[in-house]
């Protein structure tokens, strides 16, 4: 499975949101986000129309407007995100998107099944990470970083 720079930088984009709008209340810009994030700010503008036709992400207008998550970051799951973006395939005999009446061989390929399950498994895995418990593991190691930094340092001082 690749996944295309479109998904990547939805997943980045938005836990970028999640991590700096201070618990969803204070709207990040697009400008902002594509500087930290390093995305061209067009194609972050494409992503986040599409984003937020999927329900994900809200406007606010005006001066300090930006985007806020339409819905905690507990309830955003990454396999969610990624496929309101673009197809989440591993190959395309089993996409939906590019083969509408199904594989023609589907009756006698013998990797067809597996194939559909591997597809399955990888979904079922990205649906069960949250934008929260992305951001949660990110702050748990860097607190354990911060504290190896201060033993090393006090250890150096002893």
Request: glycine content about 6%.
């Amino acid at each position: 499975m690749r996944l295309s720079s479109r998904g990547q930088y939805a997943v980045r984009a938005i836990i970028d949101i999640a991590y700096n709008s201070k618990n969803n209340t204070m709207p990040i810009s697009l400008k902002d986000i594509a500087k930290r994030e390093y995305i061209s700010l067009t194609y972050l503008e494409q992503i986040f129309f599409t984003l937020k036709k999927a329900g994900i992400v809200k406007s606010i207008r005006g001066p300090g407007g930006g985007y806020l998550l339409n819905q905690k970051s507990s309830e955003i799951f990454i396999g969610n995100l990624i496929a309101s973006v673009e197809p989440i395939e591993i190959i395309s005999c089993i996409s939906k998107e590019n083969n509408k009446k199904g594989c023609e061989r589907q009756s006698t390929c013998l990797a067809f099944d597996m194939w559909n399950s591997i597809s399955s498994k990888i979904i079922e895995f990205l649906n069960s990470i949250s934008i929260a418990d992305v951001i949660s593991e990110y702050n748990i190691k860097n607190n354990n970083r911060l504290n190896d930094g201060i033993k090393n340092c006090r250890q150096d001082k002893i």
